[in-house]
């Protein structure tokens, strides 16, 4: 890889999709870019600086997330790079892209709703079946195999299934 | 082998962090305990997931506690390397689990102070501290609905559940004081618009858990005596032990990592 033949610009375009092109460990259909944990890249000197933001506080994946951007990074030939976690602005589930929440369905897992207020977080929560469309549906646990997910019901073909919690 | 405790430069900030750190890391690891000893799967899955909640603000806090100590310490070394009289959570936090009634009723106990607190902190002059609450009082929000939720159903359900869940709130009531008290150092950084007033947060607090409380019909205790002391070190018995289980691989196999 001939790093030298790029400027800056170019360079950062490369590493931003090298970055982005790194899946979640645990909902491996989403990438970064699409859950909005990739939030900049930085390039000068031909070093890369990497910035994330954690989705939960205690979310195992971001060890996991961070060494995947290093490695994918160097498999192109970005020897430098540096990963950054920033906390603020906090991670909402409203940045996760449409194309995000349409891949989540078509895993079948019910995307988050749309603008991530208290009132979402306590309001009537309405979560339409991944599988089926059908909104007759009923939580069956708060808390699901990780921390982003509830476990929940359809109760038109009796499916279970994972829901991305608004947070 | 036995191998030494750090020293800590508790300045204001970095005692107030370090507060708060603990908090999240000893209900955090009080959770943990259930993992595999819930009553049923979804309640096992739930506890580990708030344990989890905990840790992450925990360690967001400790370092951001060795950041402003700026002495060498990290996350680790707070968590693992301090003995227990300079550990400063609340005594609410460190008591033991008990039956599912009572981990529930100090989950529902603090869950609401929580939720309360890290909300009014988002309005911190402290960047971090500020960045930190946006983070926790999501899941805090989620902490309150599911131990609200708890504490209904065992107050409301069986008369087994129900004299559980209140001789759980007769125990642990003398606990919920020290929530809201502060000291000289605190009220320093209260007025300059970094820490918040807790005492401010009582009456909301009060007035939240006393209508889930009446729901489960259960009641408060009309006794009002306080007891304090973990924000200074002075524990109760139950926090060495957890200690000993928390530390035993660093105070063993010293700087041992994955």
């Known amino acids: ?19 982005a092109s790194v899946a979640d460990p645990e909902i491996p259909v989403l990438t970064i870019a699409d859950l909005g944990v990739l ?10 600086e990497v910035t994330i933001t954690p989705t939960y506080s205690g979310c195992p994946a971001m060890n996991m997330i961070t060494l995947e951007i290093e490695l994918a990074l160097e498999r192109e030939g970005f020897r430098n790079s540096r990963i950054r976690t920033v906390l603020s602005p906090a991670w909402t589930t409203d940045w996760m892209s449409e194309d995000g929440r349409r891949k989540l369905r078509e895993y079948g897992i019910a995307p988050p709703q749309a603008a991530s207020s208290r009132r979402a977080l306590f309001g009537v929560e309405q979560v339409a079946c991944p599988q089926c469309g059908s909104k007759d549906t009923e939580v ?21 299934f994972d829901y991305f919690k608004c947070h | 082998m036995v191998v030494a405790s750090i020293q800590v430069s508790e300045t204001p900030l970095v005692l107030y962090t370090l507060r708060r750190a603990d908090d ?14 819930a009553p049923m799967l979804e309640e096992d899955m739930a506890l580990a997931n708030m344990g989890l909640d905990l840790l992450g603000q925990a360690r967001e806090l400790f370092s951001y506690a060795a950041t402003v100590e700026g002495n060498g310490n990290d996350e680790d070394k707070f968590a693992y390397l301090r ?18 009634a009572r981990t529930m009723v100090r989950q529902f106990f603090y869950a609401t102070f929580a939720d309360l607190y890290w909300r009014a902190m988002m309005k911190s002059r402290d960047a971090t501290l500020a960045a930190i609450a946006a983070k926790s009082e999501k899941e805090s929000a989620y902490h309150v609905r599911h131990s609200s939720e708890w504490i209904v159903r065992l107050g409301d359900g069986t008369a087994e559940s129900h004299a ?12 919920t004081g020290e929530m809201f008290c502060y000291d000289d150092g605190e009220r320093a950084l209260i007025d300059a618009g970094i820490a918040v007033d807790p005492a401010v947060l009582r009456p909301p607090w009060l007035k939240l858990v006393s209508d889930i409380v009446s729901q489960a019909t259960l009641a408060l205790p009309k006794n009002d005596w306080m007891q304090q002391g973990g924000r200074n070190g002075r524990h109760s018995e139950h926090l060495g032990h957890l200690l000993s289980e928390l530390q035993s691989m660093q105070r063993t196999f010293p700087g041992a990592t994955w």
């Open chain 2, 83 to 100: 003995d227990v009289r300079q550990y400063r959570n609340l005594l609410l936090l460190e008591q033991s689990n008990g039956d599912f």
């Open chain 2, 24 to 37: 999240a890391l000893i209900l955090g690891h009080r959770l943990s305990e259930w993992c595999g000893h």
């Open chain 1, 1 to 19: 890889m001939v790093i030298a033949m790029f400027d800056d610009a170019e360079l950062r375009q490369r590493a931003w999709e090298v970055a």
């Open chain 2, 164 to 175: 559980r869940a209140q001789t759980a709130i007769d125990d642990l009531w003398a606990f």
């Open chain 1, 140 to 160: 069956l646990s708060e808390f699901g195999s990780t921390s982003c997910k509830a476990l929940w019901r359809c109760k038109t073909c009796r499916e279970p």
């Open chain 1, 39 to 48: 939030r900049d890249v930085a390039v000068s000197d031909s070093s890369v």
